[in-house]
């Protein structure tokens, strides 16, 4: 027996859905081109290596300048903001976190220089005499169990208090994050989080979410599955965060700071090597790619969760985990660029009401209302399967008149539109596929 593929009744009856345009964001990096990647959401989140910032722990701080010669606010993130997206900076401890001399012997009497480098970010990058090129901090990305949990709720600590004092209105952001057993790449929520001491630092639990397919004997470990796929731990692991937030540090935001899928073209895929060969990693197709991260991003809206960030904005084409994650390749739009963009011009101004229909392995049908005309809807219908599948369905109850329907788009240009048939003065017939179809209604 599976276990359900879809929201538990934990959400606090409070929760107020975002509207779309504040819900999306993208990860990016240095090479991060504003312009090309704004028509796809409004919020960005940058690695920001503190090595980039100084050579070791305890070295003067120069911000925005670094010891790499970046120079964040004319570089990076001043263009990010005239650009008009809303940064995240994850401040990771990159190098800093490992290396031959060990975690505590690096960080060793340096904990009061992590609460004035917390101060220093804050001050300089936050709202604090109106430059706000960031709103929210994440205290380092993915420390993993690897990591001393002793030594980083100390660093996390003494940071949280920096950001406080340099600006207040700088939301604090866990590390990556599970409920339950902490691993190479996360923090336990329980473990971590749970103190009396840490719960109110935080204003955001940090969730990185991939659809991983159990391993088997002989099989690659990274391989992934479509979003609602109930053999998997993506959405379950996402909900048992909302439980643990719901009852522990309830009014917290839930973030999903990466989410992504890769898919590179079958050049890259003949060129595999390594572990990738041996063991047959394999990605999705482009378009997979561009139907399960639109469906995860629906299945995202639907829970109590305040923003999601794709992963990751460009990719080179690499036949690895990570490496053909992009939107985009080579800075060329890929399928995925198009329909993501579609949904966030179609939804952008809408935020999710309800749920129409939903059965496993046959039909989702989700409801967005207008955030400031309440007579406009738009209803968005998917097969959550991956099978190729295209099943004839009847919607009734429509709360509005139609206006038109157009399928998840996968090349610039109109979206796709599709036939429909009246049944009656509230319902329709349509095919129904793997790319979600967006019914625009109107009273």
């Excluded at 970046?70 to 940064?87: L, Q, R, S």
């Excluded at 917290?252 to 895929?269: H, L, P, Q």
């Excluded at 579609?342 to 952008?348: A, I, M, R, S, W």
Aim: charge should be neutral; proline fraction near 7%.
């Amino acid at each position: 027996m599976t276990a359900p593929i879809f929201a538990e009744e934990t959400s606090p009856e409070a929760f107020r859905h975002p509207l779309v345009r504040d819900f999306l964001g993208v990860n990016g990096h240095f090479t991060f081109k504003p312009e090309l990647y704004r028509p796809v959401c409004g919020l960005v989140r940058n690695y920001h290596n503190l090595s980039w910032d100084v050579k070791a722990p305890g070295d003067p701080i120069t911000l925005p300048d670094c010891v790499n010669r970046v120079n964040w606010e004319t570089n990076v993130y001043g263009p990010w903001k005239k650009a008009g997206f809303e940064t995240d900076i994850c401040a990771m401890f990159g190098e800093f976190g490992s290396g031959k001399k060990g975690f505590e012997a690096l960080w060793e009497g340096r904990e009061a220089w992590a609460e004035e480098y917390g101060f220093a970010l804050a001050r300089y990058f936050g709202p604090y005499k109106g430059r706000s090129l960031c709103t929210s901090i994440e205290i380092d990305n993915e420390p993993g169990n690897e990591f001393p949990d002793s030594l980083y709720q100390t660093l996390f600590t003494r940071m949280a208090h920096g950001i406080r004092r340099g600006d207040p209105r700088i939301k604090i952001v866990t590390c990556a994050v599970r409920s339950g057993v902490a691993d190479k790449y996360v923090k336990s929520l329980e473990e971590t989080f749970s103190s009396a001491e840490i719960k109110p630092l935080f204003d955001v639990i940090n969730l990185h979410l991939y659809a991983q397919k159990p391993q088997r004997p002989g099989q690659s470990p990274w391989d992934r599955s479509y979003p609602e796929d109930p053999n998997i731990d993506y959405l379950r692991e996402l909900d048992a965060a909302i439980a643990w937030r719901n009852r522990e540090t309830p009014g917290k935001e839930i973030w999903v700071t990466e989410f992504g899928y890769d898919s590179c073209t079958d050049a890259a895929m003949k060129k595999r090597s390594g572990w990738f060969e041996k063991l047959n990693w394999r990605g999705v197709t482009d378009l997979q790619q561009a139907q399960y991260l639109v469906r995860s991003i629906l299945c995202f809206s639907e829970r109590d969760v305040n923003r999601a960030y794709l992963y990751f904005y460009d990719d080179n084409d690499s036949a690895s985990v990570h490496g053909a994650s992009g939107l985009t390749r080579h800075f060329q739009p890929k399928p995925s660029y198009w329909a993501v963009k579609h949904l966030y011009e179609t939804l952008g101004d809408y935020r999710f009401q309800r749920v129409v229909k939903k059965t496993g392995g046959a039909l989702c049908v989700y409801e967005f209302v207008s955030g400031s005309d309440p007579d406009s809807f738009v209803w968005v219908a998917w097969s959550p399967t991956n099978e190729n599948r295209e099943t004839e369905v009847t919607l009734t109850d429509l709360p509005a008149p139609v206006l038109s329907l157009e399928s998840m788009p996968l090349a610039k240009g109109r979206a796709p539109q599709v036939l429909y048939t009246k049944t009656s003065p509230n319902a329709i017939k349509l095919q129904v596929t793997e790319s979600p179809v967006y019914i625009r209604l109107r009273k």
